[in-house]
């Protein structure tokens, strides 16, 4: 066990009122140097202050990367449901296979190809190694494409070079030079658009000059113009590093590129660090004009990725992703069916509880920005979905992706009265007063603390109602029919007036009548607060009318403040002058 801190000092350097402790952990380990040629610390970064304004271009690689991530790879039905799907969200640049990986992968692309399922604004690329005969079938795969891109790739870092290959720099290079002079011979034999994708696989900790070196090299074989441009693929194939050590390596290309006119600057970032969307994001800034991905981060190890989060985190800043997420909940269904993996819960954006609060104070916090938007959006005569979205916890409006604000809200023991009170608004149109919440809440947290466990809404409307809407043996007191006149607080005087007739000391305190939801089987609620003896009791009431509400929210707070009718009697009544007097 660890020494407690009192008896083994301050770590140098750190602040007094800092008292961690050295972990012990082999820290030594893991010292990863930044490349020499990136900018040192203190010197200026440009891209940090150029914001983005308008999506990259989006490519999907759902179908090879994440596949062959998979414990069981989709086969070719599964393949063509997420290809479909990919179209459908408008993806217009997909890698749909390794062909020459396996029958499978290849059989795919061809019925794709030959099958003519592929859409005409649609770019469909294939992924090769630098072997010449898998080049050859990849070739093989796409014959009779109209427009296809064919994706070359390996590894170009010191530590894949020396331990994995056994090759020096010049090898890694000729086998890049030969790739693209195959590349380019087979494309001209096969006619149609052929374009060239390049990507030095392991990117991000392979030596910054040697990567531009290769990339040049690669770019100038397959003769890389504006009109006919390489896409040269940045992968941080293992995320060493801070996203904005990845940002400075893709600045630093984007600068030194020799044709960068003739290449569109693509990323590829895995989430090794678990920093893949920030490490994106930052790469777009320092030039990256695409993003390799997945639609939820699927991929080696802790994934690629997510292209879902990062178009809806251009979404939620005012820019449009150009993909269309607007039913989230159908897009992750259809991706958990293909992949047979699950979307955890708290995935952004399509997460079971992304948009969930249990905290009383998030609960209150949301309930009131949401009646907040609906005031605004009722003076200004507009629907809320119009109105900009400016709601406390909530970074978009759920329902602009499909989700419903139906488990925006969920009760538990941490959660407080406006949790609560949104619960029973939004499921049945009950806006309780201010007073009310706070003590039916105290009700339900008894019985969450008692339970330990969520209370589903349904089981909040029911103790709600069995509490403050049951007029027990009051029922047939006066039924709101005998009560005359349309005035709500006319028809609560007159209850209260003959409950004085038989004895009960009580009187209205307060009273208050809104709509109630159509969940409620009533047109109108009343909320009564009455005093009997003096002591404070509140009634709910649901009616078809404001009347009837009012005469049943009374006849509840009887009932709840313990009296039977059967207790009281009618007070005697003083005898009248006996016959014959004057």
């Excluded at 895995?270 to 699927?298: I, K």
Aim: aromatic content about 6%.
């Amino acid at each position: 066990m660890r020494t407690p801190s009192s008896a083994v000092g301050h770590p140098a350097g750190q602040p007094w009122w800092n008292a961690q402790q050295p972990s012990g952990m082999p820290v030594h380990r893991y010292r990863r140097a930044v490349p020499q040629e990136l900018p040192g610390p203190g010197t200026p970064r440009p891209w940090l202050d150029r914001p983005l304004d308008r999506a990259p271009l989006w490519s999907s690689v759902d179908l090879r990367d994440g596949n062959q991530a998979l414990a069981n790879p989709m086969d070719g039905k599964r393949k063509r449901t997420m290809f479909d799907l990919l179209v459908r969200l408008g993806l217009k640049d997909i890698e749909i296979g390794y062909p020459s990986a396996a029958e499978t992968e290849f059989a795919f692309v061809r019925h794709l190809v030959t099958g003519g399922h592929i859409p005409d604004d649609v770019t469909v690329s294939v992924f090769t190694s630098a072997r010449p005969d898998a080049i050859d079938r990849t070739f093989e795969a796409i014959r009779g494409a109209d427009r296809a891109v064919v994706h070359l790739c390996h590894a170009t870092a010191c530590l894949w070079r020396e331990i994995v290959f056994r090759m020096t720099p010049s090898e890694v290079m000729a086998l890049a030079r030969d790739g693209a002079e195959r590349m380019v011979r087979l494309a001209d034999r096969a006619g149609g658009d052929i374009r060239f994708e390049y990507s030095p696989e392991t990117f991000n900790v392979t030596e910054p000059g040697f990567a531009l070196e290769i990339a040049n090299t690669v770019a100038e074989i397959v003769d890389a113009t504006p009109e006919r441009p390489l896409i040269l693929n940045l992968p941080s194939t293992v995320e060493m590093h801070a996203p904005d050590v990845f940002a400075d390596q893709i600045a630093w290309m984007d600068r030194h590129l020799d044709r960068r006119d003739s290449i569109i600057l693509s990323v590829h970032p895995h989430n090794d660090r678990g920093t893949a969307v920030a490490a994106a994001e930052y790469a777009l800034a320092a030039g990256a004009d695409r993003v390799e991905g997945t639609l939820f981060g699927n991929g080696e190890r802790t994934g690629n990725v997510c292209l879902v989060t990062l178009a809806l985190n251009l979404f939620s800043r005012g820019i449009d992703p150009q993909l269309d997420l607007s039913d989230l909940p159908a897009v992750r269904q259809t991706a958990e069916e293909c992949t047979e993996m699950g979307v955890p819960p708290r995935h952004p954006y399509a997460g079971d509880l992304v948009f969930t609060a249990f905290s009383g104070t998030h609960q209150d916090a949301i309930a009131k920005g949401l009646a907040h938007l609906r005031d605004q959006a009722a003076t200004a005569g507009r629907a809320p979905a119009e109105l900009p979205w400016d709601v406390p916890y909530l970074p978009i409006d759920p329902q602009d992706i499909g989700r419903s604000y139906e488990a925006i809200i969920r009760v538990n023991s941490q959660s407080g009265k406006g949790g609560i009170a949104y619960v029973l608004r939004s499921g049945w149109g009950l806006d309780l007063p201010v007073e009310l919440r706070v003590e039916f809440a105290a009700a339900i947290q008894q019985v969450t603390n008692a339970t330990g466990a969520e209370l589903e809404p349904q089981r909040i409307w029911d103790a709600f109602r069995a509490q403050y809407c049951d007029p027990g043996g009051w029922a047939g007191f006066t039924a709101p029919g005998t009560v005359t006149g349309d005035d709500p607080g006319d028809a609560a005087d007159a209850v209260l007036a003959a409950a004085r007739e038989r004895g009960v000391r009580a009187g209205t305190d307060r009273l208050e009548h809104d709509g109630a939801g159509s969940a409620t089987g009533a047109a109108h609620a009343c909320y009564a607060r009455i005093l009997v003896e003096e002591r404070p009791v509140w009634g709910v009431g649901l009616g078809a009318s404001a009347r009837a509400a009012a005469v049943n929210a009374v006849l509840s707070a009887l009932h709840r403040s313990g009296l039977r009718p059967e207790d009281s009697a009618p007070e005697p009544q003083p005898a009248g002058p006996k016959e014959g007097t004057r």
